[in-house]
């Protein structure tokens, strides 16, 4: 897919799928970026990069030079519809101990590319409304706030809220 600074962005193959798990996991157990609660295995998230390829959905990652994976991006369906085909949700997701480095940065920014050369017309992003650091970002690379909705989740005994943000691509396809 590219470089940015000394880490590669390319796509997920399937040996990445220890890595993605382990990253993934530590966000379930211990933050509210990822609302979900049950763990994956390495043959759930195997089937996870399959099932997003097949489906025509990128799943990336940020190779650092020692071969070790930061981080990941993909998205995937917003909403059931047909009417919703031009739109995706998109989660971006970075190991813990490479936060605040620009792999983030660096994975959205390829995730929008990839999505800038497809018929896509909205990119959502769903974001934890105390996810400061998460919104900021989003807002840099052009991300437009729509709202908020409160106490749509629970996660750690508490009720959360969702933060909106959407960007919408130059140049994307006319609605069909």
């Known amino acids: 897919m590219g470089e940015f600074g000394k880490m590669k962005i390319r796509p997920a193959i399937a040996a990445d799928a220890p890595t993605i798990t382990v990253i993934y996991n530590d966000l379930v157990n211990t933050s509210t970026a990822v609302w979900k609660t049950k763990l994956y295995t390495i043959e759930d ?11 025509g959905f990128p799943v ?5 030079p020692d071969g070790h994976v930061a981080g990941f991006a993909t998205y995937g369906p917003w909403r059931d519809g047909d009417g919703y085909c031009h739109t995706v949700e998109h989660s971006v997701h970075v190991a813990s101990d490479c936060r605040g480095q620009g792999i983030g940065k660096a994975l959205l920014a390829a995730l ?24 900021s970002l989003h807002a840099k690379l052009g991300f437009t706030q729509c709202g908020t909705m409160h106490e749509v989740g629970t996660k750690f005994g508490r009720w959360l809220d969702l933060t909106i ?12």
């Open 60 to 64: 990336l990652v940020a190779e650092l």
């Open 112 to 135: 929008i590319d990839y999505a800038k050369g497809t018929d896509l017309h909205v990119l959502i992003a769903g974001i934890e409304a105390e996810n400061h650091a998460s919104i």
């Open 165 to 176: 943000m959407q960007l919408t691509l130059p140049g994307a396809g006319t609605a069909s």
């Open 45 to 55: 998230r195997t089937a996870w990069i399959k099932a997003r390829n097949d489906n």
